[in-house]
């Protein structure tokens, strides 16, 4: 059952003319799983979201840390869908409207070569890490490890974060260290403004989504939603994922009575 003010916000906001519904992927849409290429979304979470797409007026996106061809694929969202993927902590985007292009000059390419092969060495100190390349960034995994062994790995990788020109984001058994600026907050106020909604849903589980939760506002009739454990910046929080279709849910059950 979800909490009552949160079921009160949420069908003051699913009647309001433009609204943006978004969400974290891993921890959130999809539980956590020891292989992070094999994560895939709860049953029914998509179907709900595929049809707040439909729906007039309503925006619906997934925002990840992962890049967006692999939250493509592993959310399983087409182009038919009406779903808009923000990826690399909003440094990629499926929109046009906000794609950043190229996201790196020359110097950030040479910053980026330089910390993979940096991150590789750090990995080779702490061997059962994982490493996850992408557009613009360069992340460490310690999922599954022991405690002793992930605080170790995690903490050497951080320490790259003190470089010049990079910028460390630290994550659940995760650290990402990126050579642009993004992040979902940022992401999720341009795509809010881009399209012209009076709201923005937002559901997340982990550190990164704090910037989301951070910029937005119910004083602007955002939304925000943490999804399990742990300090928060989120004006309201669920227990755990079966709670976030209950939550996709109601919005679509209230819209469509709209």
């Known amino acids: ?86 990826g690399s902590h909003g440094a990629q985007s499926s929109r046009d ?14 910053r980026l070569a330089d910390l993979d092969a940096a ?10 890490a994982r490493i996850e390349r992408k557009p613009a960034a360069v992340a460490l995994h310690t999922r599954g490890l022991s405690p002793d062994v992930a605080t170790a790995a995690l903490a050497d990788a951080s320490a790259l974060g003190e470089r010049d020109g990079v910028h460390a984001l630290a994550g659940k058994s995760v650290v990402e260290l990126g050579v642009v600026q993004a992040n979902k907050g940022l992401a999720l106020q341009a795509l809010k403004a881009a399209v012209g909604a009076d709201a923005v849903i937002y559901l997340g589980d982990d550190v990164t989504d704090e910037h989301a939760f951070t910029r937005l506002s119910a004083a602007r009739n955002d939304v925000t939603i943490k999804v399990g454990e742990g300090e928060t910046a989120a004006a309201h929080r669920v227990p755990a994922i079966e709670d976030v279709v209950a939550v996709l849910a109601l919005f679509v059950g209230e819209r469509g009575r709209r």
């Open 119 to 128: 991150l590789v060495a750090v990995q080779g100190r702490h061997p059962q």
């Open 97 to 110: 409207d906000l794609a950043a292009g190229d996201l790196l000059d020359d110097a950030a390419r040479t």
């Open 1 to 86: 059952m979800l909490p009552p003010d949160l079921i009160a916000r949420l069908r003051a906001v699913a009647d309001l003319p433009r609204v943006v519904l978004a969400t974290d992927f891993d921890g959130t849409l999809a539980p956590f799983v020891e292989d992070p290429m094999a994560a895939a979304p709860i049953e029914g979470a998509l179907d709900l979201l595929r049809a707040a797409a439909r729906f007039e007026g309503v925006t619906v996106a997934l925002v990840s840390g992962r890049d967006v061809d692999t939250l493509r694929r592993l959310s399983t969202v087409t182009a038919e869908c009406g779903i808009d993927l923000i």
